[in-house]
């Protein structure tokens, strides 16, 4: 008697909203390494006194142009982030999230190039929705490397995602019986 081979389980793809979070992580990640632990705003390092007077715990990353701007993928580059502290980040009285002006006059004047590529690229749109495209992000993230919008661009034309259109009827319902 032969034996039945055992049906070999389709490998199930992880949502995209799995790997968006995935994706924020590995951002975050990127923002925060390379700064070993030293918050770009105040300078100060995890384990001193920070501006509130307690000592820094954790480095955050923060987003200059917002996480919640729909397919852009500035969200995902680090070109569009800064490390640091919570105080700076979120607590303090001039803080990125408190004082949006804090956040452009120091931009323009610490990370000019930063400024400028954020504000050139903040309205470049691409489909985050494509997992080709988010494949690219991943493996960027991963590699702690900017992203190539244009690379981008092509793999969103290459590979263009495939969407459910709904039929929609012109005529009359009651004409049609």
Known sequence: MAKKKKKEKKKKLDSIPKINRRLFKLWSLAVREPLNGK?????????????SGKPINKIDAHHFLSRNVKDCPLKFDVRNGIGCCPFCHKFGTPSFHRDPITTITWLQSNRPERYEFVLKNCSFTVDLQNRQVLEEIESKLKEQVPLDFDKLKTIE?????????EVLETGDIFNDI
């Not at 034309?157 to 459910?164: C, D, L, N, S, Y």
């Open 157 to 165: 034309a290459e590979f263009p995602r495939k969407v459910k259109k």
């Open 39 to 51: 918050c770009e705003f105040c300078g100060n390092s995890v384990g001193e006194i920070g501006p």
